[in-house]
């Protein structure tokens, strides 16, 4: 038995999974954490990482090396994302994450963060065309999928911190502010040349930001289980819908909002507005979430090397 542990460090939260596999490639997920650590937090223009988030970083990462370190013949994979790959003192960040904790984190670009999306997806849900947008804390990936196989990536540097902090108001927001985090992100937009591709196709959300719009709607709609949002699907009507809702709300309003996490809901607004306009930009009716992302695309990397050595052996 072997115990897979991928750590994920994103820009808003970090997170792990424990997964067994057994000798025949069977495997279960044992762990599942998360911790919000708003890496990115007041990055500003200079990209440098504050010591508050770091130390709340390297809170989270102890407490999962006490799960992680009684383990027997295990693997660790741990992956950092937008925060770390833009920050000017990343190495730095990562020379104390090995000395204190002993802890290798690779800093993986986003075109590898969007290729293990897809792994991630296609593994687990039953797509054959679509696009895949990945919103995180620091950056969103977009990804086209045709006939099941990936056809186009990219990474953008926005996401829901980035775009709340240097666009939007964190209580009540302004009309004018709206105006231009949208126009900035359209514009973004307009310079992926091979986005019209993706017109009509059905979105698949993946991210924090996107899985909480399933999660209020759940929640609305008196869902028993609303975390499990993979296969969940929403029309365009009720993200806008949503989305318009929040806009009426300041902090204390949306720190309510059934299926919003407290912690979420200063950048919940930036962290939409990705989403949002892409089903507008490319008239999509329907948006179908997935709980699998990142983690399960690096599992399922792992699955098929595991099973690529067999194969070489026998």
């Not at 999660?215 to 989305?243: P, S, W």
Request: hydrophobic share 45%; net charge positive; aromatic share 6%.
């Amino acid at each position: 038995m072997k115990n897979l542990v991928v750590i994920d460090l994103g820009s808003n939260s970090v997170r792990m999974t424990v997964t067994e596999i057994d000798a025949h490639g069977h495997f279960k997920t044992v762990h599942e954490l998360k911790r919000y650590v708003r890496l990115s937090e007041n990055m500003g223009t200079e990209k440098v990482l504050q010591a508050a988030a770091i130390d709340r970083t390297m809170d989270a990462l102890t407490e999962f090396k006490a799960i992680y370190d009684p383990l027997k013949n295990r693997k660790i994979i741990a992956v950092a994302t937008a925060a770390v790959r833009q920050a000017k003192n990343q190495k730095a960040f990562l020379k104390r994450v090995k000395e204190e904790l002993d802890l290798t984190l690779t800093v993986i670009s986003g075109a590898a963060e969007a290729r293990y999306d897809y792994l991630g997806v296609v593994n687990t849900l039953p797509m054959v065309n679509g696009l895949i947008v990945d919103t995180g804390g620091g950056s969103s990936e977009l990804v086209l999928v045709q006939n099941q196989q990936l056809k186009h990536v990219v990474s953008i540097p926005l996401g829901s911190v980035t775009l709340s902090q240097n666009y939007l108001e964190s209580d009540k927001v302004a009309a004018d502010s709206l105006f231009s985090a949208m126009t900035f992100v359209n514009n973004v937009f307009n310079d992926i040349w091979w986005l019209r591709e993706a017109t009509n196709l059905p979105i698949i959300g993946l991210g924090g930001a996107n899985r909480t719009l399933a999660k209020i709607n759940r929640r609305k709609k008196n869902f028993l289980n609303v975390e499990d949002v993979h296969g969940y699907k929403l029309t365009a009507a009720d993200c806008y819908a949503t989305l318009t809702n929040l806009l009426g709300l300041d902090l204390a309003g949306r720190k309510k909002v059934p299926g919003l996490s407290k912690e979420r809901a200063d950048i919940i607004i930036g962290g939409l507005i990705p989403v949002i306009l892409l089903m507008r930009l490319l008239d999509s009716q329907q948006i179908t979430f997935s709980n699998a992302g990142l983690r399960d695309g690096i599992l399922h990397d792992y699955l098929n090397q595991l099973e690529m050595v067999e194969t070489k052996q026998g």
